[in-house]
């Protein structure tokens, strides 16, 4: 509980810091090639984890294998599992579906008369 609550405070700080221009160590990271990966799959991470984590369950549940308590260690599975999961589907659904754009015009919607 704490410690989705420390990462949930250090997340939107980050977004706020974000907003605002980072410069300094901060934008050293976020400048790098591999952390820009990170954000350019980040949904895909957001939209797998908890597959992963339910999936992973049911899994030892099923192997017989002892319950792997939230720690460090299962984070990390999980956080690998994840990256590994929204790379793929990043290349070969998301990017490919992506390219496509290109091909169809963007229009902007009218806006609907104004009532009185």
Known sequence: MVTSL????VFACMVYF????????????????????LGVISYGI???HQFIIEGWVKANSALGLPEMKWGIRF???????SIAVAALSWRVFEKPINDLRHRFQYRP???????A
Do not use: H
């Open 6 to 9: 420390a990462l949930n405070v």
């Open 18 to 37: 974000a907003s605002k221009g980072i410069t300094g160590w901060p934008a050293l990271f976020l400048n790098d090639r591999r952390a820009q990966y």
């Open 46 to 48: 957001y939209l797998y």
């Open 75 to 81: 984070t990390l599975c999980i956080a690998i599992v």
């Open 109 to 115: 919607r009218r806006s609907a008369p104004q009532r």
